[in-house]
């Protein structure tokens, strides 16, 4: 049925946990980095996002963003994605992703989105 509530993880390990949908399909939570992402410190940081109703298509696009939580620099990723359901029942979120690091002036923006 595609309903983001709950706990995903990536390929990469990464861990997403979802709260329940309000009535206009918005979502908070939280985002861990898995090991692969090189942050040395265990490092949790908040999420929001919205899901499209599944009462109107079965296999909703969804997005959320992440603000970084961490000491260094300042970073926010956006997620942007689908949830999918295969003959088996079994969910799956297939997402793009961009992340935006603050940077010190305009010179530096070219190298500020990856």
Request: glycine fraction near 8%.
């Amino acid at each position: 049925q595609c309903l983001l509530s709950g706990s995903w993880r990536s390929d990469t390990s990464c861990r997403m946990v979802v709260s329940t949908l309000d009535k206009d399909n918005r979502f908070s939570g939280f985002y861990l980095p898995g090991p692969a992402a090189g942050y040395s410190e265990h490092l949790t940081s908040p999420l929001e996002g919205s899901q499209q109703d599944i009462g109107l298509v079965p296999q909703p696009t969804f997005s959320f963003t992440v603000n970084w939580r961490l000491q260094e620099t300042a970073r926010t990723s956006v997620f942007l994605g689908q949830c999918y359901v295969d003959t088996n029942g079994e969910e799956t979120l297939h997402a793009l992703w961009l992340l935006r690091e603050a940077t010190n002036s305009p010179a530096e923006d070219w190298k500020a989105t990856w």
